[in-house]
């Protein structure tokens, strides 16, 4: 996830790509997630719950930060990115989720995954059901070359003000034509209603006394 396994792999590729400089200029680090700048800094401050490793490089480097990615750029969105980075250059992209069951790892994989040149990398073994999942059962297990699936993708389209008000026009309407919802019995009682109720109830109370006083009296 965002918080999980994408710092683990940026500090590995920072550490690669600081050491040369070619790949930095060749292949560019490029994060895409909408909430990458928040969890950076989240994660700046939270040193003390890492491993010792992490510990032990930001006290020897003369504080130092090892989350000071210089060689990784974050985009908040897929259209930002295209725009710094054509899709097709080379460069490698970290996103969400692994499972390739939603958000910007499956519209990006939707973009790339037709051309040949495109190297998908999955950290871990995703549950069964999921495309990351299929993926790794046929192209690793079964060791397919090229195999075709029919997938369900969702699209946003912003809509024009003139549309988006007629949408909203219609909503309203279909909501004022539903039925309200049936009255709760309780709530309903008028006050007169309830004065009566206990009436009857303490006219049976009394009637079942004086059929105790007559027996009594019989015995």
Not at 100 to 119: A, I, Q
Not at 135 to 152: H, P
Request: aromatic fraction near 8%; glycine fraction near 6%.
């Amino acid at each position: 996830d965002v918080a999980g396994w994408i710092p683990e792999a940026l500090l590995l590729f920072e550490a690669a790509w600081s050491q040369d400089r070619q790949l930095a200029t060749s292949y560019p680090l490029v994060w895409l997630s909408s909430m990458g700048d928040m969890v950076l800094d989240q994660v700046k401050t939270r040193l003390e719950y890492m491993g010792h490793e992490i510990l032990d490089l930001f006290e020897s480097r003369s504080g130092h930060h090892p989350f000071v990615l210089k060689n990784v750029r974050i985009f908040q969105s897929l259209e930002e990115l295209v725009a710094a980075h054509p899709l097709s250059r080379p460069k490698v992209i970290f996103t969400t989720s692994a499972h390739l069951e939603g958000g910007d790892s499956r519209e990006l994989f939707f973009r790339l995954c037709s051309e040949p040149r495109t190297l998908l990398w999955l950290l871990g073994v995703s549950p069964c059901g999921t495309l990351a999942r299929q993926l790794l059962d046929d192209f690793v297990g079964g060791q397919c070359l090229r195999k075709e699936y029919r997938l369900q993708q969702h699209l946003k389209q912003a809509l024009p003000d003139e549309e988006l008000r007629a949408y909203y026009e219609t909503r309203m309407q279909e909501e004022e034509l539903e039925p309200p919802p049936p009255p709760e019995v309780g709530l309903s009682m008028k006050a007169e209603d309830l004065v009566a109720v206990k009436g009857e109830e303490k006219t049976k109370v009394e009637e079942n006394e004086a059929g105790k006083v007559e027996a009594k009296a019989a015995t």
